[in-house]
């Protein structure tokens, strides 16, 4: 058996150990190549980045990132106009935006407030009584911005303005409509935009 | 002689020098124990995957959490049982089997001692079962692949030093002078996995069954993650490797291709390994050059791992038609196959870019399962069947069934990946997507949720081929056993002769390849440790080092005395103290700065204020229940993440975190900045019944947390214990934990009952609350910089 082993062996034969033959072919060149280039790009990477700082690290990465981004939401916030009491209120008797609002309104807000606006875990919104501020620019605040400790999250930066605008308008066709068997009132009463 | 009826067998075991040269030994292999760990691994296998296929069911199809019949079944507590059974029981049974079997054989000696082997394999049994009970029943360390606490951990320790002196002790009555590749790699698993079990086990024990990490933060995500990338390594590769490098050569009966190859790779690995656990952790607040280093020393991985996959496939390359017809054949070539793409996939998922897409997804599971179901199992599968026949003197039971059991895995691996990696990247890149104005185009974490359900389907449907095949081979091997018997195997070996003028070990320890090695290594060290000017110049050195000796050591090849390294083959202590030494440098390089002095922010006073005591009951049942299985603490910095989950995560959020619990898989959203974000009720309503406040979530109830309680008079104890590893409780602050927790408990309850709830103060349920409201509120800004965890003023127009 060892004879015709060896007879097939492909490189010159080094050891046999419990019949088993080691053979002592040359690394294969690719191989070798492949090392080379890895343990070159890992110098070359980690000198880039944590000696010579020559490309960002993540957490400036993301700074940037940021910056950039701040910027172009300021551009287009400015482009959109200001969100006050009579733009949301105008948005409000816009059936498109309202139908959008509704849209929005059944994904994120009915798990607290109901699909009908009644309140459950959240406050009744059909209500005259408002724990934020019942004008229409207080509740996009409330949305945009979210009431941190009591429960209200920021809605603003997974939604974007758009959809907490919709959001909003939709809000605001709930206002006074008392659907039945809605929750009790919270906060202080409305007195009217 | 040989007493295997196998004639192929008794040609291979047959002793090339003439008995009439030297003195003989008769030796009788211990092939009993091995047997047994065949049988421990098979029967272990089975459990595992049942276990796995059931929590793939439990992500398809919540109710399969059972949560009306108790919490034993939920996903937190099962799926560390899954991961457990599969790595320990099933892997573990089958390499301490081939373990023993192999080294025996190459060293020509009878295993060390038979008591040692018995209390191995039962202690091993032993501690498997304390698993299976422990797990289910929610005593837990919260790290992942460790989760075993501290009375198990001793023992695993316990056993594991009976492996090591039964091994080492046959080592020393070995009759082969020289250790075979496979032997070095047992070394390196053996010395590696007691090193790494060791350290990251450390705790402060509490009670009977709870403790503390005695690392908290970052500083324990990173030792848990040097052990849990290493268990990956040296659990489940250097040792599947030497198992490869018996077996692949017996069944393909052809040379091994490579010693060079062998040497070379087997050096590199185990010391490249060893650093590669920062991978883990790339984009989280771990210190930057630590996660550098992990995705370095991952990429440069890549060769050293395809060393011995291209030793082994190149070893069967002579005997291609042998693949047609042997199942054993098909199930190592596939096998070394799968370990050539996994390490091929984890140096890519090692990018920090890439990382960034598949971190926290499907991707990873996909990933780990070609690992474990493909090169594991695969070759666990091939040794099998190659062996049982061979332990019990009788052909196969049923070709046609092993060939069946072959397609069925590898069919199953592919639809378990295929799914997987679509349901990785296609979450990853719906997490991400925006639209054009910015926001999130998926809100909602569980819209991402929802389109990737099917694909659970799908991949629970491939575990299940997986569980059938080896259930199938299970019949297969038992059908074996009962028509042969346990053979006996005997051999006559030459008894080693003490070699006169050896090579003293000094001049070993002491010799240019070592001397030139440590020195570049020490010059490498002093780079990453100096500034860019020094740096530079020890680089330039290192360099120069690097390229002189190579060209020194390539010189000394052709004047036909043994190399160094074989010299070193037959020295099976300085072999281990070298291996050590190797898989030492990057474990120390990497983890003792960071225990030296905690890793902070620069620039940024902070105060973190620790948990109060009822929060710190509400994260224990947090921990208990294993949600960091699927809910991750850690926002990285991506615009995306920081709009979906809120301001980054930074090292002072969890500085105070015994165990950390940054996790490693979002099959629900981040919580690290839960508190706060939604009403009590909310999470009461969302515990009791998760669809009832998300609709098509998968997450299982936690009813009974309602109406079970927690013992408010034991925290002081668990506060005592972390005010040893750092966390500043004072005397005052333990003397008043059940006060504190009172009025706390008080406060949420009545909370809870304004809006309709009736639930106890001292309620499991409200510890819970208490926790997950103070998630990300640890951490008071003293004196704001320019890194402070503020929100980004934008981001709320």
Same mark, same amino acid.
């Given at each position: 058996m060892t004879t015709k082993q060896s007879a097939t062996a492909r490189g010159p034969v080094t050891h046999e150990v419990d019949g088993i033959i080691e053979e002592d072919n040359e690394l294969p060149k690719w191989w070798v190549t492949a090392l080379m280039l890895c343990i070159g790009f890992g110098i070359a990477y980690y000198m880039a980045y944590s000696m010579y700082g020559i490309f960002d690290t993540p957490s400036v990465a993301f700074e940037k990132e940021s910056a950039i981004a701040?910027?172009? $939401?300021? $551009?287009?916030? =400015?482009? $959109?106009?200001?969100?006050?009491?009579?733009?949301?209120?105008?948005?409000? =008797?816009?059936?498109? &935006?309202?139908?959008?609002?509704?849209?929005?309104? &059944?994904?994120?807000?009915?798990?607290?407030?109901?699909? *009908?606006?009644?309140?459950?875990?959240?406050? *009744?919104? &059909?209500?005259?009584?408002?724990?934020?501020?019942g004008s229409p620019d207080a509740i996009y605040k409330t949305i945009n911005e979210g009431v941190t400790g009591k429960g209200m999250p920021a809605w603003g930066p997974q939604l974007g303005s758009k959809r907490v605008k919709a959001a909003a308008a939709y809000v605001i066709t709930l206002r006074g409509t008392k659907v039945a068997g809605g929750k009790e009132a919270q906060g202080a009463p409305f007195e009217g935009d | 002689m040989e007493t295997t009826p196998n004639a192929l067998e008794e040609s291979l075991e047959h002793q090339p020098s003439s008995p009439s040269d030297s003195k003989m030994d008769r030796i009788t292999y211990n092939d009993d124990v091995v047997r047994k760990f065949i049988a421990a691994s098979m029967i272990f296998g089975i459990v595992g995957m049942l276990v796995g296929v059931i929590v793939a069911l439990q992500l398809a199809w919540h109710p399969a959490n059972a949560s009306a019949a108790g919490p034993w079944f939920s996903f937190g507590r099962l799926r560390p049982l899954h991961t457990n059974a599969v790595i320990f029981a099933f892997v573990g049974n089958m390499m301490f089997a081939g373990v023993y079997h192999s080294t025996q054989r190459l060293v020509k000696a009878r295993l060390f001692s038979d008591f040692l082997s018995n209390l191995h394999f039962w202690g091993w049994q032993a501690i498997i079962v304390a698993a299976a009970v422990s797990l289910p029943m929610g005593y837990t360390q919260g790290k992942e692949y460790a989760e075993l606490e501290w009375p198990i951990d001793i023992a695993i320790t316990l056993i594991w030093v009976v492996f090591a002196v039964n091994f080492f002790g046959t080592l020393a009555k070995r009759r082969e002078k020289h250790l075979y590749v496979a032997i070095w790699f047992y070394i390196a698993t053996i010395v590696t996995v007691a090193v790494l079990h060791i350290v990251n086990s450390l705790a402060i024990p509490i009670f009977a069954m709870k403790s503390y990490s005695v690392f908290g933060g970052a500083q324990d995500a990173l030792v848990q993650w040097w052990y849990g990338h290493n268990a990956v390594a040296f659990f489940l590769t250097t040792p599947i490797l030497g198992i490869m490098y018996y077996y692949v050569p017996k069944a393909a009966e052809r040379p091994v291709y490579s010693y060079r190859l062998s040497i070379v790779?087997?050096?590199?690995? /185990?010391?490249?390994?060893?650093w590669a656990g920062p991978h883990h952790l790339l984009n989280t607040a771990l210190p930057e050059w630590a996660q550098t280093l992990g995705m370095v020393f991952s990429v440069i991985l890549w060769p050293p791992s395809w060393g011995g996959m291209i030793n082994g496939l190149f070893t069967i390359r002579g005997n291609w038609e042998k693949l047609r017809v042997d199942p054993v054949m098909k199930f190592f070539a596939a096998g070394l196959t799968f370990y050539g793409m996994s390490t091929f996939e984890g140096?890519?998922?090692?990018?920090?870019?890439?990382?960034?897409?598949?971190?926290?997804?499907?991707?990873?599971?996909?990933? #780990?399962?070609?690992?474990?179901?493909?090169?594991?199992?695969?070759?666990?599968?091939?040794?099998?069947?190659?062996?049982?026949?061979?332990?019990?003197? /009788?052909?196969?039971?049923?070709?046609?069934?092993?060939?069946?059991?072959?397609?069925?895995?590898?069919?199953?691996?592919?639809?378990?990946?295929?799914?997987?990696?679509?349901?990785?990247?296609?979450?990853?890149?719906? %997490?991400?997507?925006?639209?054009?104005?910015?926001?999130?185009?998926?809100?909602?974490?569980?819209?991402?949720?929802l389109a990737i359900k099917p694909l659970y389907f799908v991949r629970f449907g491939g575990g299940l081929m997986y569980l059938g095949g080896i259930v199938l081979m299970t019949w297969n091997l038992i059908a074996t056993v009962r028509a042969g018997k346990p053979v006996v195997t005997t051999v006559d070996v030459p008894a080693l002769v003490e070699e006169k003028n050896e090579v003293p070990w000094t001049q070993l320890l002491f010799a240019k390849p070592?001397?030139? #090695?440590?020195?570049?290594?020490?010059?490498?060290?002093?780079?990453?440790?100096?500034?860019?000017?020094?740096?530079?110049?020890?680089?330039?050195?290192?360099?120069? #080092?690097?390229?002189?000796?190579?060209?020194?050591?390539? !010189?000394?090849?052709?004047?036909? !005395?043994?190399?160094?390294?074989?010299?070193?083959?037959?020295?099976?202590?300085?072999?281990?103290?070298?291996?050590?030494?190797?898989? %030492?440098?990057?474990?120390?390089?990497?983890?003792?700065?960071?225990?030296?002095?905690?890793?902070?922010?620069?620039?940024?006073?902070?105060?973190?204020?620790?948990y109060r005591p009822l929060e710190l009951e509400g994260r224990d049942i947090y921990l208990r229940e294993g949600c960091y299985n699927c809910h991750s603490q850690m926002i990285r910095p991506f615009r995306?993440?920081?709009?979906?989950?809120?301001?980054?995560?930074?090292?002072?959020?969890?500085?105070?975190?015994?165990?950390?619990?940054?996790?490693? !898989?979002?099959?629900?959203?981040?919580?690290?900045?839960?508190?706060?974000?939604?009403?009590?009720?909310?999470?009461?309503?969302? %515990?009791?019944?998760?669809?009832? /406040?998300?609709?098509?979530?998968?997450?299982?109830?936690?009813?009974?947390?309602?109406?079970?309680? /927690?013992?408010?008079?034991?925290?002081?104890? !668990?506060?005592r214990g972390l005010s040893k590893v750092g966390v500043p409780y004072t005397q005052a602050d333990i003397d008043g934990s059940v006060e504190n927790s009172r009025e706390q408990g008080k406060a949420i309850a009545e909370d809870l009952k304004a809006n309709g709830v009736a639930v106890a103060a001292d309620s499991e349920m409200v510890a819970l609350v208490a926790y997950l409201q103070r998630l990300g509120k640890l951490r008071v800004d003293v004196a704001p910089g320019p890194k402070a965890a503020a929100l980004d003023p934008s981001l709320t127009h």
């Open positions: 701040r910027a172009k $939401e300021a $551009e287009r916030l =400015k482009a $959109e106009g200001p969100v006050d009491k009579a733009a949301l209120l105008l948005l409000s =008797k816009d059936s498109a &935006t309202v139908a959008d609002g509704a849209q929005v309104f &059944t994904t994120t807000c009915a798990v607290c407030h109901a699909a *009908n606006g009644g309140g459950g875990i959240g406050p *009744n919104l &059909t209500d005259d009584a408002w724990m934020h501020g | 790779h087997f050096w590199s690995l /185990v010391f490249m390994y060893i140096p890519l998922l090692s990018i920090r870019s890439v990382s960034a897409l598949a971190h926290y997804t499907d991707w990873i599971v996909a990933h #780990v399962h070609g690992g474990a179901l493909g090169w594991n199992g695969l070759m666990a599968f091939g040794v099998f069947y190659w062996l049982v026949p061979r332990l019990y003197g /009788v052909q196969l039971h049923s070709k046609k069934a092993a060939d069946a059991h072959f397609w069925l895995a590898t069919v199953g691996i592919a639809i378990y990946m295929l799914s997987m990696w679509g349901a990785g990247i296609g979450q990853g890149l719906m %997490l991400r997507a925006a639209k054009p104005d910015g926001s999130l185009s998926y809100a909602t974490f569980v819209e991402t949720l070592t001397l030139i #090695v440590f020195t570049v290594i020490a010059l490498a060290i002093l780079t990453g440790a100096t500034n860019f000017i020094a740096g530079s110049f020890f680089l330039v050195v290192a360099a120069m #080092v690097a390229v002189l000796g190579g060209l020194v050591l390539s !010189k000394q090849d052709d004047d036909g !005395k043994p190399t160094w390294h074989r010299l070193l083959e037959g020295r099976g202590l300085l072999f281990t103290v070298l291996t050590t030494i190797a898989i %030492l440098i990057g474990g120390v390089a990497e983890i003792v700065p960071s225990l030296v002095a905690a890793p902070t922010e620069a620039g940024i006073a902070v105060k973190v204020d620790p995306y993440e920081e709009q979906r989950y809120g301001a980054i995560s930074t090292l002072a959020d969890s500085r105070y975190d015994h165990p950390f619990q940054w996790g490693s !898989k979002r099959t629900g959203p981040d919580i690290a900045r839960e508190g706060g974000k939604y009403p009590n009720l909310w999470h009461y309503n969302h %515990l009791v019944d998760p669809r009832a /406040v998300t609709a098509g979530s998968n997450m299982p109830a936690y009813k009974f947390l309602a109406t079970s309680s /927690v013992d408010l008079e034991k925290t002081r104890f !668990k506060m």
